[in-house]
């Protein structure tokens, strides 16, 4: 039997609308020694034709990317999640951007799992980071077109309750607030209380408030509602200040530590 050249089997491929590869179906499909072909793809790397993202897993890069020297996330992400055999979706800012809400840093995507914690990838030309999260259920995500397939996304719902969940961590809330405002367009009554009752309260009493401060009384009663059937304990409006005292606002349970730029 005759086996391809890696060089032809990345144009199958590539012919195909893929975009990765890994070792093992390398090892399946190229009639060559294990140190032959290890030779051939860092051939290929310094070449800059492919990249290595993940062990034993790799991107093919078309000449229309060479200068990056990597890919849009989009395009290989629902098959890299695969290879690791872990559910995923792509949220926060990157989902924020795919749904035409504020500007999203290029070089970054920002990836939600479940535990255990997958090691974030950080080099020169390619930032995924992963933040985890307990449980979601299939219909709060979107799967969007790509050139490749489809990439799971958060819907516009699920972006705003993770983001303000996440705020500490990803620059705090008035970095967030205009993105929070464009993405209320997109926003559906319905959806945003189905996952507002299934989040943490903390969380939901937060975004309550800020969509109350934007002007969006649908959507910010709707999480009244929810809050009103439990109970919850007093929290800090922003987690990113030291200083955790402020006025009560009583509608909400939150102290005003930290004034919002609305």
Known sequence: MNHPSISDYIFQIQSQGRYSLTLGELKRNIGSSD???????????????????????????????????????????????????????????????????????????????????????????????????????????????????????????????????????????NRIIPILEDLTESIKVTKLSSIGNKSALPTIQRLGYILEQLGEEKLSEALAKTINKKKTNTAPLSLSHKNKEGRLNEKWNLKMNAKLDI
């Open 35 to 173: 140190k032959a072909l290890l030779q051939n793809l860092h051939r290929l790397k310094s070449k800059n034709q492919i990249a290595q993202i993940r062990k034993e897993f790799y991107i093919i890069i078309p000449p229309q990317y060479s200068h990056q020297g990597t890919l849009p996330c989009i395009l290989f992400l629902d098959d890299m999640m695969k290879f690791l055999n872990r559910e995923y979706y792509l949220g926060l800012y990157s989902a924020a951007a795919l749904h035409g809400a504020g500007h999203q840093q290029p070089m970054e995507s920002q990836v939600m799992i479940q535990k255990p914690t997958l090691r974030d990838i950080n080099n020169k030309k390619q930032i995924i980071t992963f933040f985890t999260k307990n449980h979601w259920e299939s219909e709060w995500i979107d799967q969007k077109k790509t050139e490749s397939g489809y990439v799971n996304v958060s819907s516009p719902e699920l972006t705003a309750v993770d983001l303000i969940h996440h705020h500490i961590k990803i620059g705090g809330l």
